[in-house]
């Protein structure tokens, strides 16, 4: 998982955390708004100990031999270019599309078995009663630069994070490097959520920071532009707004990996110049936050590959529910309006098909789905409840969304005026729209947004949680019993331990009417299929999910 925004947030999501998350999405971190000098004082170095682990979680690492020749380069479409290459506290979503490349994190989510698993830590101890985790930083990776990546150096990186007041590394009181390889963090709050936060930024080495300028402002100037990492391939150039270029790296420490020479990042946000690249050959593979399901599947008809994943993006309506004032305080009104929308209609009318329904806060297959629909369309039901909340004639109400959901919002305004509701829409620019969902501004009555979901459903936790990364607005009211539960979730050492507390958390949203879970828009990622030219990736599929592992990519290409 990786870090969020960045006020725009993890839902553009991956993921990541999605992106690796998920990831985008999910995934998050919040970007910090102030940044001080990085230190080391709350450091200090001890002879190895032993820990008494509460829970472990250890991953293998891929160190298989190259089982395809290192050779070619190929162009990728992005269609948003990243801010910031190389300094993690101010990378955002955009930022981590490119960031895969060149940095690696500490740990990933898997998005197909929910699990974390170790990059840079190759294991972790967990001992809830000290508070306490105990990483294992695994052997022989070094940076870009030469150097290596030991102990010293993520506990470098976790302080550079705490200095800079990014969510959860400021629960870090103190750290103990106990040998070479083994880091332990003194926390003072461990909960769920822990592995998840740690797990987000990327590891930068400490040396090509420091020795990049005098002073903490000049560095973090040069770091922006300049990722010095552990990941498989070197950072070459980069021109704003126009491309992104990268060399293997030679000393990755998968052996044999990666297999892709070259790679360039073309930026272009027109959508349908995108497909013309790929069509005429000056593009390789298409993959970013902005693709549009019809392009995919149009381009899937031409003969060009695509993988589809169907977990990503959840779609759905959040009230303006604590406002007495406003209907949407009535359980009722909203629970009238879940059974208004025609969610399997709505899916399949917005996403050609490819689109999934959804019952619950939850995806299909989730290990915290509760099962069947409770509140299936029907109008009748829906103008019934609005009877009964003293709403027999309908309301009006305004529905706060942006261009981009302009068709989705339309369908929405006829489902509504179906069950008495007149409903305007609030076409709101960019930058008012995301300050009013992420921010404590909040929306006059309904509002159409977005959410990465998870196989682990940890985003009932970050988003909708006790206290949430994004969805902090005032607002948006919730239960008394959905708060406990979340409170509750947050004790567990890990998802699959809390599975069951997390079911009746989304049990209990949808009793609360808490929003209305609308659809799941898939992953997709177009590629050319031609011999000879091909390009090979298990992204986007069951292999690889929302996990992009851009060192197992390859290309029949030679150059």
Not at 34 to 54: E, P, Y
Not at 356 to 381: C, E, I, R
Not at 448 to 473: D, H, R, W, Y
């Amino acid at each position: 998982m990786k870090k969020l925004f960045f006020v725009l947030l993890a839902v553009i999501i991956v993921g990541t955390l999605i992106f690796t998350s998920c990831g985008n999405q999910a995934t998050t971190t919040v970007a910090a708004t102030t940044t001080a000098a990085a230190t080391t004082t709350a450091i200090k170095t001890t002879a190895a100990a032993t820990t008494t682990a509460a829970a472990t979680t250890t991953a293998a690492a891929t160190t298989a031999a190259s089982a395809h020749p290192i050779q070619g380069s190929v162009i990728r479409i992005m269609n948003q270019g990243p801010t910031v290459l190389g300094y993690p506290p101010e990378m955002g979503a955009n930022d981590n599309y490119s960031g895969v490349y060149t940095m690696e994190n500490l740990f990933i989510l898997d998005s197909v078995t929910g699990q974390y698993e170790g990059v840079i830590a190759e294991s972790w101890k967990i001992d809830q009663t000290a508070k306490t985790v105990t990483l294992n930083i695994r052997k022989g990776v070094k940076f870009h630069d030469g150097t290596v990546c030991d102990a010293k150096a993520v506990a470098w990186n976790c302080q550079l994070n705490k200095d800079a007041k990014i969510q959860y590394f400021t629960f870090i009181n103190s750290m103990d490097i106990l040998d070479d390889y083994t880091l332990r963090l003194n926390l003072s709050t461990l909960d769920i959520t822990t592995i998840t936060m740690l797990s987000s930024p990327y590891i930068i080495s400490p040396t090509a920071y420091q020795n990049s300028g005098t002073d903490n402002a000049t560095r973090q100037t040069w770091a922006r532009l300049n990722p010095v990492g552990t990941g498989p391939y070197k950072f070459v150039e980069f021109k704003r707004d126009s491309y992104i270029k990268f060399t293997r790296f030679n000393d990755y420490w998968r052996t044999g990996k990666p297999y892709i020479k070259n790679v360039e990042i073309l930026i272009i946000p027109d959508l349908l110049v995108s497909a013309q690249l790929l069509q005429s050959g000056d593009a390789d593979v298409w993959w970013s936050n902005a693709n549009i399901t019809t392009n995919a599947i149009d381009l899937e008809k031409k003969g060009f590959g695509v993988n589809w994943w169907p977990s990503g993006i959840s779609y759905m309506l959040l009230f303006n529910s604590a406002d007495p004032a406003k209907p949407y305080s009535n359980a009722k009104v909203r629970l009238a309006i879940e059974y208004a929308i025609n969610r399997p209609e709505l899916a399949a009318l917005i996403g050609s098909g490819k689109y999934l329904p959804l019952k619950y806060l939850a995806m299909a297959g989730s290990m915290a789905n509760p099962g069947d629909d409770p509140h299936p369309f029907n109008v009748a039901t829906a103008k019934q409840l609005l009877s009964d909340a003293g709403y027999p004639n309908g309301f009006k109400t305004q529905l706060l969304t942006i261009q981009r959901d302009a068709t989705t919002a339309s369908a929405i305004q006829g489902y509504l005026a179906a069950a008495g509701i007149t409903c305007t829409l609030d076409m709101a620019d960019t930058s008012r729209y995301y300050n009013q969902i992420w921010t404590t501004t909040g929306w006059s009555d309904l509002a159409f947004v977005m959410m990465p979901l998870a196989t682990n459903n940890s985003e009932i936790i970050f988003q909708m949680g006790a206290n949430p990364l994004n969805f902090k607005a005032a607002c948006f009211y919730k239960t008394p019993a959905f708060l406990q539960l979340a409170t509750q979730a947050l004790t567990y050492p890990s998802y699959e331990a809390a599975k069951d507390i997390m079911t009746k958390m989304v049990k209990q949203s949808s009793d609360d009417a808490l929003c209305v879970p609308l659809f799941n828009v898939p992953y997709s990622l177009i590629y050319n299929n031609v011999p000879g030219k091909a390009y090979h990736t298990n992204f986007c599929t069951s292999v690889e999910a929302s996990t992009w592992r851009v060192y197992n990519d390859w290309t029949d290409k030679t150059n």
